[in-house]
């Protein structure tokens, strides 16, 4: 009986017999994912990267619900209880940005819902992109921004008419998480350096006890050095030269700021992803906003979009497909004429995404082509 499952597994060139339960498993297997559209541009790019996810082979079930304004209209409510309890099912979301009204209107659904399932870490990787002209090639770094305070606990009030004030949580919990979180990633991922980034000459308590945390947690890191920068320096360090800087961990407001920074050193916002994530859950954006300006007119890149869903490809244990889409992103980039107007290209967003799709086929051929040493594939998957 096992030399004939032995002898079926061989003839269909499994490693071993049980792998073919495997594969089977995997084949049927689908992942429910719940999907936050958004507005703006939001519909445009979670549309073109559903369709590249979907063209990967992996199941999807998705359970795609809407919020912020357009949710209102149908719910009556800007995160309905339908969003809450399909994330308390899946415990991953895919999300599109969602518009927030400027100066009023209702609070920020993007931290609503980070505080809300307590997603404290944002992380950005900023990496180039090959290709891309920008002022600087290889940047390789990683914004770790801390996401549930700071100034966006939303605690603003009128003091005396004419007098505002906005205020600025920072926590010893929070703010040991968020360093740990930091020197976590760069140990697990062989990186050499964290700087914190601060402003404890001016807010000598809030900041300075932001700060008083993360020299604590470095210290359990010897292996890991440790530096602190300035939020303002930081600005001008970036800028003069990133490639001083690994990971970067910070509080809220400056991590906002030096992630669109950070995007515009490496070719826009259209190109840098992000994931929220906490213990029970994690939800995947990218860094820019809905982009009103270009809403409905097929112009959005929806690389920041699909760089964050290779996020959630290795959050949820797809790292070869997450690699697959990579390939083909790249083989993408080499051609201008493929890309997006916002990176010099001539396509509109869903024809960037036939373009992504088309080259995965070819990246599968190039994989049969791998024994023969044409395969092109590289081993890095986000
Ligand atoms: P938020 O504060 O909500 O993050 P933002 O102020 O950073 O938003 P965005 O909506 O991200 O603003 O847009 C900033 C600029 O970048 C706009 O001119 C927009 O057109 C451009 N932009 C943002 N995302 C993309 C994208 N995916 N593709 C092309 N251009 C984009």
Not at 36 to 58: K, M
Not at 66 to 93: C, D, F, M, N, W
Not at 266 to 292: K, R, T
């Amino acid at each position: 009986m096992f030399g004939e499952r032995k002898r079926k597994a061989r003839r269909a060139k499994l490693a071993h017999p049980d792998e073919g339960v495997r594969v089977y498993a995997k084949f049927f297997m689908s992942h429910k994912i719940t999907l936050i559209p958004g507005d703006g541009i939001g519909s445009e790019v979670s549309q073109a990267v559903v369709r590249i996810l979907e063209a990967t082979g992996l199941k999807f079930e998705w359970e795609t619900v809407q919020a912020g304004a357009e949710a209102y209209e149908k719910y009556h409510e800007y995160i309905p209880k339908e969003l809450t309890e399909s994330i308390e099912r899946t415990h991953v979301g895919l999300k599109g940005p969602i518009t927030t009204p400027v100066g009023g209107g209702f609070a920020s659904i993007n931290v609503q819902l980070r505080k809300q399932f307590e997603l404290y870490a944002n992380f950005r990787p900023v990496r180039n992109l090959p290709h891309i002209p920008t002022r600087y090639p290889d940047v390789d770094l990683v914004i770790v921004r801390e996401n549930t305070e700071g100034l966006y606990s939303g605690l603003e009030h009128e003091v005396v008419p004419g007098v505002v004030e906005s205020l600025k949580i920072i926590t010893e919990k929070a703010s040991t998480r968020i360093s740990r979180f930091a020197f976590e990633y760069a140990r697990n991922n062989q990186r050499k350096k964290v700087h914190a980034v601060h402003k404890a000459n001016i807010m000598k308590l809030s900041d300075g006890l932001f700060l008083r945390c993360s020299r604590k947690v470095s210290k359990e890191y010897p292996e890991i050095t440790y530096g602190e920068h300035i939020v303002d320096n930081a600005c001008m360090q970036l800028v003069m030269n990133p490639y001083q800087y690994d990971v970067m961990v910070m509080e809220n407001l400056y991590g906002d700021i030096l992630s669109d920074l950070c995007a515009g050193l490496v070719g826009g916002l259209g190109l840098v992803p992000s994931a929220n994530l906490g213990d029970g859950c994690a939800i995947f954006e990218a860094v820019h906003g809905s982009a009103p300006d270009i809403a409905g007119k097929n112009l959005a890149n929806p690389t920041a979009l699909l760089r964050s869903a290779l996020l959630m490809l290795r959050h949820i244990g797809e790292p070869a497909a997450a690699l697959k889409i990579r390939n083909a992103l790249e083989m993408v980039y080499r051609d201008r004429d493929k890309l997006t107007k916002d990176v010099g290209g001539k396509a509109g967003t869903s024809q960037f995404a036939d373009s992504v799709i088309e080259a995965m086929g070819a990246e599968s051929l190039a994989d049969a082509g791998a024994t023969t040493g044409k395969g092109t594939s590289s081993t890095r998957a986000d």
